[in-house]
């Protein structure tokens, strides 16, 4: 992990692929929800996830770049995002990218040319959005963008707006290491096992479309749980 600049971290190259189709698409008036059928079988233009499909082969079937055409690869944007870490992968939808943008806010830019088209800024405790303020993904479902923030809230922003739809209350500030990811429904979080705390040691899923807690499965077993006594008299 290394801190970004203060420069570019959203770069795209330019010259061997055309970006028309994706400048048509931001035009579009009507924002088309994110359904499980995408999900499972994404438009070849769009990155809905952090892997890009549920497989997690990372794979795009894009062909406009080629090994005969990538020596003609330019910079086609860059943008200025504050400085801090960055460690997550941005999704992308009908032209528009959604990135975690350092100091945990969420930041919807055209990605034609990297232009802001919102930016959800949520205010945190003094001391949050330090070491705490990573996340390796985000999620999409519907009409709404998913976080974990670093405050121990899952987070559903409008994907139009950029406005708060829901939050829900996960824990008390544990940290998200990991990616999110929307599976039937359901918004699939977890927290790392940070300041010794058992609370903060578990996967969650939420309903994506209200928020409301569907279970909790913590990964540390506790005292008369199966796996418990192997802490021994570490306290969990």
């Given at each position: ?5 203060q ?29 499980d ?14 892997s ?15 090994k ?9 944007w ?7 870490t960055?460690e ?14 350092p100091?945990?806010t ?32 985000l ?12 405050d121990g809230?899952?987070v559903?922003i ?19 290491a ?5 599976a ?19 996967i ?33």
């Amino acid at each position: 992990m290394k801190p970004i600049s203060q420069r570019a971290i959203a770069i795209l190259f330019g010259s061997a692929v055309s970006l028309t189709a994706l400048g048509a698409a931001i035009a579009q008036p009507n924002f088309a929800p994110v359904t499980d059928a995408m999900l499972n079988n994404p438009d070849p233009a769009d990155w809905l996830m952090i892997s890009r499909t549920y497989n997690e082969w990372r794979f795009s079937p894009l062909n406009q770049i080629t090994k005969a055409n990538a020596g003609q690869l330019r910079m086609a944007w860059a943008r200025q995002l504050p400085g801090g870490t960055q460690e997550s992968t941005p999704i992308v939808y009908r032209g528009v990218m959604y990135l975690f943008a350092p100091g945990a806010t969420i930041q919807a830019v055209d990605a034609t040319n990297g232009d802001l088209i919102w930016e959800y800024a949520r205010k945190y405790p003094a001391g949050v959005t330090g070491t705490r303020a990573r996340e390796k993904s985000l999620a999409i479902y519907e009409d709404m963008i998913y976080f974990a923030a670093p405050d121990g809230f899952l987070v559903a922003i409008d994907a139009r707006t950029g406005r708060l739809r829901w939050e829900s209350k996960l824990d008390n500030g544990g940290q998200q290491a990991g990616g999110l990811l929307l599976a039937d429904g359901k918004v699939i979080s977890n927290r790392t096992c940070d300041q010794a705390k058992r609370e903060n040691c578990f996967i969650a899923a939420n309903d994506a479309r209200t928020g409301r807690l569907v279970w909790k499965f913590f990964t540390t077993a506790g005292a008369g749980e199966p796996g418990g006594d192997t802490w021994g008299d570490v306290p969990t």
